[in-house]
């Protein structure tokens, strides 16, 4: 009943996705926001189904994650400990009769954790007692060889271990079993980045909304009068009015840029003039839980003007070829700076000037999610997650870059992106890519 429960969901949101006739966008009926949050169900379907392959791929034997209230582990959400107040101890391990979930929960708290029939046991802990203490006797008991722990130098979401708890973890276990911890990095990384397909399909639906509020904003546009703060605040009250969350940190987004280039920036009141092209990078967390990554760019048309000129027309082609050709690269098995390289090719071979950013990174829980960096081939310094495997299952966002000098001397660049999935053969958009450059017109005089 559970599994047609989330089947029946994903239709919903499939049948909640239609066409935006004559944009070549595709628009999201907001449906599929008022279902029931699918994030429960998702995460026990995650946990059964995706957690034991990345603990076998990481060759862990056990996973310890100690939660607690108020400062809790970033990881929390995933695994069910999002409500702890005393300190808890998650376990999950492999053993010859295969994959067991077992939570150490101070008693006041175990019958609701219980309730959630997310974990094959959970065990009361009374009052006064030590829930890392009957763990570790536990582990001890068990004798694995490798227990992953969270903490880590290179990842944010697999670093919550305190130093505090390492202690007191290293304690419980004894010299000889401390020494077998070792970081879940590599685990973590196996887990997040792979999404379930019906997490695909809520990202999906939750694409095509943010792309379409993005048509809707530029449709505000009064050349001359509007500033980019002003298109910012449409897209914030859209999000308020809709229920939905920001993708990153709130002060950043939506970032709308109709001058030379800020990277990662807050929208300014610039005012917006004919001749510019304006950016606006904007995404939405769903459900408290899913976000998006997409930019659309616009041209302001001059007087007289009824299509954008030369020069711009070829800067927005060249970025757009790029954003493709990066897009055709994306396969399993290829590395994430073969995929920054395909685009590489192009921007050299359409002049456009150096730019500093990556074609891409993973998105799906955070906006920079876990998984492979897409980039590393421009010269600059190659992270090592650029050199792992694309796999089915993940969730990129990606540019198309094209980088100019304005008359002013400083830098401009197109950079539209698309959010893009793996698939057992190749990559397939979440939505259509932007086709067309967005043409504003100039105000009536």
Same mark, same amino acid.
């Given at each position: 009943?559970?599994?047609?429960?989330?089947?029946?969901?994903?239709?919903?949101?499939?049948?909640?996705?239609?066409?935006?006739?004559?944009t070549g966008l595709m628009a999201a009926d907001d449906a599929f926001?008022?279902?029931?949050?699918?994030?429960?169900?998702?995460?026990?379907?995650?946990?059964?189904?995706?957690?034991?392959?990345?603990?076998?791929?990481?060759?862990?034997?056990?996973?310890?994650?100690?939660?607690?209230?108020?400062?809790?582990?970033?990881?929390?959400?995933?695994?069910?400990?999002?409500?702890?107040?005393?300190?808890?101890?998650?376990?999950?391990?492999?053993?010859?009769?295969?994959?067991?979930?077992?939570?150490?929960?101070?008693?006041?708290?175990?019958?609701?954790?219980?309730?959630?029939?997310?974990?094959?046991?959970?065990?009361? /802990?009374?009052? #006064?007692?030590? *829930?890392?203490?009957?763990?570790?006797? +536990?582990? $001890?008991? &068990?004798?694995?060889k490798r227990i992953a722990v969270n903490s880590s130098t290179t990842?944010?979401?697999?670093?919550?271990?305190?130093?505090?708890?390492?202690?007191?973890?290293?304690?419980?276990?004894?010299?000889?079993?401390?020494?077998?911890?070792?970081?879940?990095?590599?685990?973590?990384?196996?887990?997040?980045?792979?999404?379930?397909?019906?997490?695909?399909?809520?990202?999906?639906?939750?694409?095509?909304?943010?792309?379409?509020?993005?048509?809707?904003?530029?449709?505000? /546009?009064?050349? #001359?009068?509007? *500033?980019?703060?002003?298109?910012?605040? +449409?897209? $914030?009250? &859209?999000?308020?009015?809709?229920?939905?969350?920001?993708?990153?940190?709130?002060?950043?987004?939506?970032?709308?840029?109709?001058?030379?280039?800020?990277?990662?920036?807050?929208?300014?009141?610039?005012?917006?003039?004919?001749?510019?092209?304006?950016?606006?990078?904007?995404?939405?967390?769903?459900?408290?839980?899913?976000?998006?990554?997409?930019?659309?760019?616009?041209?302001?048309?001059?007087?007289?003007?009824?299509?954008?000129?030369?020069?711009?027309?070829?800067?927005?082609?060249?970025?757009?070829?790029?954003?493709?050709?990066?897009?055709?690269?994306?396969?399993?098995?290829?590395?994430?700076?073969?995929?920054?390289?395909?685009?590489?090719?192009?921007?050299?071979?359409?002049?456009?000037?150096?730019?500093?950013?990556?074609?891409?990174?993973?998105?799906?829980?955070?906006?920079?999610?876990?998984?492979?960096?897409?980039?590393?081939?421009?010269?600059?310094?190659?992270?090592?997650?650029?050199?792992?495997?694309?796999?089915?299952?993940?969730?990129?966002?990606?540019?198309?870059?094209?980088?100019?000098?304005?008359?002013?001397?400083?830098?401009?660049?197109?950079?539209?992106?698309?959010?893009?999935?793996?698939?057992?053969?190749?990559?397939?958009?979440?939505?259509?890519?932007?086709?067309?450059?967005?043409?504003?017109?100039?105000?009536?005089?």
């Open positions: 009943m559970k599994s047609r429960g989330i089947i029946h969901l994903v239709v919903s949101f499939f049948l909640a996705i239609q066409l935006l006739s004559g926001l008022q279902q029931p949050n699918p994030w429960p169900e998702i995460r026990k379907q995650r946990i059964a189904q995706l957690l034991p392959r990345a603990m076998q791929t990481a060759q862990v034997d056990a996973w310890i994650i100690l939660c607690r209230e108020n400062r809790n582990d970033p990881l929390a959400e995933h695994i069910g400990c999002e409500n702890a107040g005393a300190p808890a101890v998650f376990l999950f391990y492999l053993d010859a009769k295969g994959f067991h979930s077992r939570v150490y929960s101070p008693s006041s708290e175990s019958t609701a954790l219980a309730d959630l029939a997310i974990h094959d046991q959970v065990i009361a /802990v009374p009052r #006064g007692e030590s *829930t890392l203490t009957q763990a570790s006797s +536990f582990i $001890k008991n &068990k004798n694995f990842n944010a979401q697999a670093d919550g271990l305190s130093y505090t708890q390492r202690i007191a973890l290293e304690e419980a276990l004894g010299n000889a079993f401390a020494e077998r911890l070792v970081s879940s990095q590599e685990l973590v990384y196996q887990w997040l980045s792979i999404k379930l397909p019906q997490e695909v399909a809520i990202m999906r639906a939750a694409a095509a909304l943010t792309a379409k509020w993005q048509i809707e904003a530029y449709q505000q /546009v009064i050349p #001359g009068t509007t *500033t980019d703060a002003d298109v910012a605040r +449409f897209l $914030k009250q &859209k999000m308020a009015q809709y229920g939905v969350g920001d993708a990153w940190a709130p002060d950043q987004n939506p970032n709308v840029n109709s001058g030379p280039d800020r990277g990662h920036s807050h929208a300014t009141d610039k005012v917006i003039m004919p001749g510019d092209v304006i950016q606006i990078d904007f995404g939405i967390r769903v459900f408290d839980r899913w976000v998006t990554d997409i930019q659309r760019f616009a041209y302001v048309l001059k007087p007289g003007e009824t299509a954008a000129p030369a020069d711009i027309a070829h800067y927005w082609e060249s970025a757009r070829l790029g954003g493709y050709r990066a897009f055709q690269a994306m396969r399993p098995g290829v590395t994430g700076i073969a995929v920054d390289r395909a685009q590489s090719v192009v921007m050299e071979a359409q002049g456009s000037a150096p730019v500093m950013w990556s074609t891409g990174h993973p998105v799906g829980y955070v906006a920079h999610d876990t998984g492979p960096n897409l980039g590393g081939a421009r010269g600059a310094t190659v992270r090592p997650a650029a050199q792992r495997p694309l796999k089915a299952g993940m969730v990129f966002a990606f540019d198309g870059f094209f980088a100019w000098t304005l008359p002013s001397g400083a830098q401009k660049t197109i950079s539209v992106e698309e959010m893009a999935v793996i698939t057992p053969d190749g990559a397939e958009y979440l939505i259509p890519p932007q086709q067309q450059l967005v043409l504003i017109p100039a105000a009536k005089k």
